[in-house]
């Protein structure tokens, strides 16, 4: 019955489609949707959703269909569109048949509609939106009945004929259903079916005025897909009874039932599409895709595996209970990813020049490099070593602190994988500013250890002659806060990280990177996990960094 070698199930969901599996329910069959509203870039949440309902579809040998609930035209596109079936195909996954819409069922919805009204069980309301929200109630107190609510079978018929042909502004009047003004549940107390839009749609054009409500339109597309389970997040928990209320008074072809788990909350990041739009649309970040946006796109560009962001999605299951993830364990899943598939490479970020001064000018040797050091089949690279290099300007210290590992005055260090040398001398500028250094090397240290003295540790280098000119973009976290959502008295945009980018247009990487994709993903030994980023041109490399080798982040809490 499944595609997982274990028959024990991984959460709730899966538990109760177990017991449905065993009790003949839906004719055995197993069949779920991801439904992303066109209005935005999909993000990290919705990757919880997409692993979700396409892995149980997979678990159970069932169908997971893909549809864009598109019922809100003016704030939906193509562009949207395509970057969701882009991120969803990138995730890994595929699904049953043709991409389908919920414009597709416009017609039939519109049908049903009209049936309702025949039913008694809606009706044309022509109070303002600020009337219709005075006369809702409140939590607390219950609403009051429209004026509009007893109108003929017959009015009705006509004004919602009229509704679509165009004869009303927007606002003007909507179709609600006719439930219950006084019930507890604010979902039930007549809901807005349907609604005056002169809008384009982007799949149907200029056909319709009148866009059905997201809550009338998603369970009978269920119905109409045969979804047995419609596995959705918790903000929807009370909007359940009006879903079934629906199916129940509709002459649906299936009855899909509704089901919720706990939304992916992520610190560090915010998640409504409205405040990510903001950030776009503001300047703050580099479009959806920024490398800093919690969107696939952008942790895709960051260098962010398909893998990685699947088992992350694993680690942090599915539950009912809310809470928020911390940034940490979705940086344990890429490190962990990326540590194990990832070549090593060197690259300098912030250069210093380093003369060998007893080295041939015009000399050049090169070493070879295991491309992974615990993975044989990534075969060796090869590195050349040259009179003049280049050293990371933060591994060398005039005045060396306490237990310090890596150049200064005096000190000889290994440069990895190739030989010793000493810092003889050290340049500076009028500014006072060190600009080079004056080092010898140790002609005996060529695959061995000195026997008379000991390297003060290990740093990585290129050839100043030989190598990839290069920018290098250092990413770190939006917000300076865990939660920049929690504070009420403060806007989130008060949290922003003005650190969050760092560029180096100076770094230089080895020069076996010179013709890296875009998309590529290595560790730049000692430094972290890069990408190449796909504003990358031939005559210049881009490198994002997707994140370091540890949890500094973690470290900095700690202290």
């Not at 030994?525 to 994140?547: I, K």
């Amino acid at each position: 019955m499944t595609n997982n070698d274990s028959t024990k199930p991984n959460n709730f969901i899966h538990q109760i489609i177990e017991d449905d599996l065993a009790k003949g329910l839906n004719d055995g069959q197993v069949v779920t949707r991801f439904p992303p509203e066109p209005n935005g870039y999909l993000h990290i949440g919705h990757a919880k959703s997409i692993c979700l309902n396409f892995g149980t579809a997979l678990r159970f040998n069932g169908q997971c269909n893909l549809r864009f609930d598109d019922t809100n035209p003016e704030k939906e596109n193509q562009e949207y569109i395509d970057s969701i079936i882009e991120d969803v195909r990138w995730l890994g996954f595929e699904w049953n048949g043709d991409i389908r819409y919920s414009s597709d069922y416009f017609d039939q919805l519109y049908t049903w509609a009209v049936h309702l009204i025949k039913e008694g069980k809606a009706y044309v309301d022509s109070l303002s939106a600020h009337e219709m929200r005075e006369f809702r109630g409140t939590l607390t107190l219950p609403g009051k009945n429209s004026p509009y609510r007893e109108r003929s079978v017959e009015e009705n018929l006509e004004l919602f004929e009229k509704m679509r042909d165009g004869a009303f502004d927007e606002g003007e009047c909507v179709l609600r259903a006719k439930i219950d003004m006084a019930a507890p549940n604010m979902n039930l107390r007549d809901p807005v079916i349907y609604r005056v839009r002169k809008a384009h749609h982007h799949q149907t054009g200029d056909k319709w005025c009148i866009y059905p409500s997201y809550d009338f339109t998603h369970g009978q597309s269920d119905a109409l897909e045969g979804i047995t389970h419609s596995i959705c997040t918790l903000e929807f928990e009370d909007h359940r009874p009006l879903y079934e209320w629906f199916i129940e008074n509709l002459p649906v072809p299936a009855k899909p039932r509704q089901y919720e788990f706990a939304r992916l909350n992520l610190n560090y990041t915010v998640t409504s599409k409205r405040k990510l739009k903001l950030l776009v649309d503001e300047g703050h970040v580099d479009g959806w895709n920024d490398p800093r946006m919690p969107t696939i796109s952008g942790m895709r560009r960051r260098g962010f595996t398909p893998a990685s962001i699947r088992n992350f999605c694993d680690m942090i299951g599915v539950t009912r209970s809310n809470g928020t993830v911390d940034m940490g364990m979705l940086e344990s899943a890429i490190r962990d990813d990326l540590d194990a598939n990832a070549p090593r490479a060197m690259c300098v970020v912030d250069p210093i020049k380093v003369t060998i001064s007893n080295y041939a000018e015009g000399e050049e040797e090169w070493f070879e490099l295991p491309a992974h050091p615990k993975d044989e089949s990534m075969g060796l690279r090869k590195v050349p070593f040259t009179r003049n290099l280049l050293i990371e300007r933060e591994d060398f210290a005039e005045e060396k602190p306490r237990k310090w590992k890596r150049m200064a005055p005096g000190d000889a260090v290994r440069l990895r994988g190739a030989y010793v040398v000493r810092c003889d001398e050290v340049i500076k500028n009028e500014q006072g500013d060190v600009v080079e250094l004056v080092c010898s090397y140790d002609a005996d240290t060529k695959g061995q250890n000195p026997t008379d003295y000991k390297p003060n540790g290990v740093i990585h280098w290129v050839s100043a002659d030989n190598s990839v000119p290069c920018e290098v973009r250092l990413y770190d976290r939006l917000f300076t806060e865990a939660n920049p959502d929690g504070d009420k008295e403060r806007d989130f945009h008060e949290f922003l990280n003005p650190e969050s980018l760092q560029v180096m247009t100076e770094a230089r990487a080895e020069i076996g990177l010179k013709h890296a994709v875009s998309e590529s993903r290595f560790q730049f030994e000692r430094t972290g996990y890069f990408c190449v980023d796909p504003d990358s041109t031939e005559s210049r490399l881009v490198f994002n960094r997707t994140v370091t080798l540890r949890d500094s982040w973690a470290k900095i809490k700690g202290k």
